[in-house]
């Protein structure tokens, strides 16, 4: 299983950006899939979820009402657009497939990491 990520960049507070993370070896449609991030110094942070049972997402604190994940089960890819960015979103951005149907917010829950795609939010 290999996941791209990508899509990451500097931008403005208040600027969007639209993460995207394409799978080989295991299809979008079968496991869980998730978006975590990490800031210099900083734990392993949950972003976002998408279950693979009824599709059912859910999302970070820090995130909800900015953030949204999506997944196109046709081009094995997933997504994470992000709106209203801020400063504290700064972080490298990892896209990860679940050993479950059900999204969860663990880290350990999650068997299969992309390689990161950087995102600063800055004036």
């Known amino acids: 299983v290999q996941l791209q990520a990508s899509g990451g960049g500097f931008v403005q507070p208040g600027g969007s950006l639209r993460l995207s993370c394409v799978a080989s070896g295991r299809t979008v449609s079968t496991y869980a899939m998730g978006w975590f991030r990490q800031a210099p110094g900083k734990e392993r942070e949950f972003v976002a979820g998408?279950?693979?049972?009824?599709?059912?997402?859910f999302y970070g604190d820090s995130v909800k009402g900015r953030f949204t994940i999506s997944s196109d089960n046709a081009k094995m890819t997933l997504y994470l657009q992000m709106n209203s960015l801020k400063p504290e979103d700064t972080a490298v951005y990892f896209c990860?497939?679940?050993?479950?149907?059900?999204?969860?917010?663990?880290?350990?829950?999650?068997?299969?990491w992309g390689q990161g795609t950087q995102v600063t939010v800055s004036s």
């Open positions: 998408i279950s693979k049972r009824g599709g059912s997402t």
């Open positions: 990860a497939t679940s050993t479950y149907m059900d999204a969860t917010t663990r880290a350990p829950d999650y068997d299969y």
